[in-house]
């Protein structure tokens, strides 16, 4: 039987490491596990918040209502052919388990999204990327549970709305659905994609000139350990800002007046503009507010040094957003979810 605590910590089950107490909560390891905890919280009229690995969230002090957390486990190859193989992975793997997984098995397409941190079931929430890749890419379907109705639903890659740090999931369907297992399509021969970042200066640099999938996932580690804080060192929940998008009128109204500001060009008319630097320009990268800072090596993280509350949090929040509006006219929004 599902046992399910009250008044509980989730501190611990957080990266960012803030401290927050849900009324109830509940791990979850299989579908009976999660259709009790759903029948619960409906019985008791409470909400439900779903937790992964809990990467990517900011929890406020107490969290009403009933807190799951996904431990489903399971990976299956579940059709091949010469040239793709679909493989469905249970929403509580952990994802950099998930890619190691297909590369030891010879499927090709998620390398560079390895070591993001968290389970499979949240990569399509916010449509994971990193290094010039998105899940949406490999992306094939997903199964979902309405916590409303209990009722399955499958949802291809269209229905996700999948876009920059986006989907379906954190908008109109919010909290509507939890999501039991991800399908992405893998290629059965290599096409690594190496011209994002440093990932192939990094290999040339290491004489390797026709990368196994292996080399590329151990190089992307190798880089990512050199940029970012380990959160199970240095609490963090990652990139904390989306790097605002811009018109070409704003691009080059900026750009005449800041001529270094980096940019990505997303296509004739829309430029992204890296909110790191927005945010060290405008004075508070590794600048300290009590327990909380801008990351010194990265702005765009938000690192938490012990002991933090989500207050705190929320005021550096606030002061970075006030900051980057005050210089460059520019809105940031927040790419972790803020519960
Ligand atoms: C150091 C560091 C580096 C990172 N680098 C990257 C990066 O390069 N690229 C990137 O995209 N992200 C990055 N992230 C963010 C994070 O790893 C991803 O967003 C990840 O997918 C979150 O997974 P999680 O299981 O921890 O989700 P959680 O934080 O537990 O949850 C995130 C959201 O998804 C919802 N959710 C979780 N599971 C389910 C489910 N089964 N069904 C429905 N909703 C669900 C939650 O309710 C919540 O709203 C990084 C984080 C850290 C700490």
Known sequence: MLKIEKKHSLTKYTTLKVSS????????????????????????KQLIFILG?????????????????NEMQGIKVV???KSLVLVEASSGEIWSKFVS???????YGLENLFLIYGTV?????????????????????????????GNEKIFSANDCRFGYRDSIFKNKLKGRYFIYSVTVALLRKPDFKLGYGSIGEALKLKGIKKPTAYDVIKTIEEIRNSKLPNPFILPNAGSFFKNPEVNLQTFKNLFVKYP???????????????????????????????????????????????GASSKQVLNLVAKVKLAVKKKFGLDLSEEVNII
Not at 101 to 107: G, L, P, Q, S
Not at 268 to 297: C, D, H, N, T
């Open 21 to 44: 107490t849900a009324d109830y909560f509940a791990i979850v390891k299989n579908k009976n596990e999660l259709l009790e905890a759903i029948a619960f919280a409906r019985a008791k």
């Open 53 to 69: 690995g809990g990467s990517n969230v900011l929890l406020s002090k107490t969290i009403k209502g009933l807190v799951i957390k």
């Open 79 to 81: 059709e091949k052919n």
């Open 101 to 107: 997984y297909t590369v030891e098995n010879k499927f």
């Open 121 to 149: 079931g949240a990569a399509p929430v916010q449509n994971i990327g990193a290094y010039g890749v998105e899940l949406k890419d490999c992306f094939h379907h997903l199964s979902a549970i309405d916590l409303k109705t």
């Open 260 to 306: 270094d500001m980096p940019s990505f060009q997303i296509n004739r008319s829309k430029f992204k503009i890296p909110a790191g630097w927005l945010i060290e320009q405008a004075g508070l990268k590794g600048k300290k507010f009590g327990p909380v800072r801008m990351y010194e090596k990265q702005a765009l993280i938000l690192v938490n040094e012990g």
